[in-house]
């Protein structure tokens, strides 16, 4: 059973940083993708950054890019997003998440979850 834990969430004034860590119990090259999403009371969880191991290609939301970047540490099994310029609207849960279909950052077709750690943007 794969497991996922997320940490380095937690509270951060507008315009700072955090690095979000994912620690995975299998080799993320196992995968088709994995990916970092965002959930906010009342709305639906949406991809942010997802990343695909074979060949190292990555997505990201529009309302993210150039802001956060997905990496990954194969030697730790862990993928990482760093978050620079963090705006209030990026407030929520965060949870790390793989698929084994060919689907980037689509979050139905997600299988596999972890528990997700806040980001709160506030001053």
């Known amino acids: 059973q794969l497991q996922l834990e997320e940490s380095g969430g937690g509270l951060v004034q507008p315009g700072g940083s955090l690095r979000l860590s994912c620690a995975t119990s299998a080799f993320t090259s196992e995968y088709y993708a994995i990916g970092w999403f965002r959930q906010v009371p009342g709305k639906e969880r949406m991809g942010v950054s997802c990343?695909?191991?074979?060949?190292?290609?990555?997505w990201s939301s529009s309302s993210v890019k150039g802001r956060f970047t997905i990496s990954r540490d194969n030697a730790k099994n862990t993928v990482y997003l760093q978050m620079n310029s963090l705006k209030p609207e990026d407030t929520g849960i965060y949870y790390c998440?793989?698929?084994?279909?060919?689907?980037?950052?689509?979050?139905?077709?997600?299988?596999?979850w972890g528990q997700g750690t806040q980001v709160t943007v506030s001053s």
């Open positions: 998440a793989v698929t084994t279909q060919q689907a980037m950052c689509v979050t139905h077709y997600y299988e596999h």
């Open positions: 990343l695909r191991p074979s060949d190292g290609i990555t």
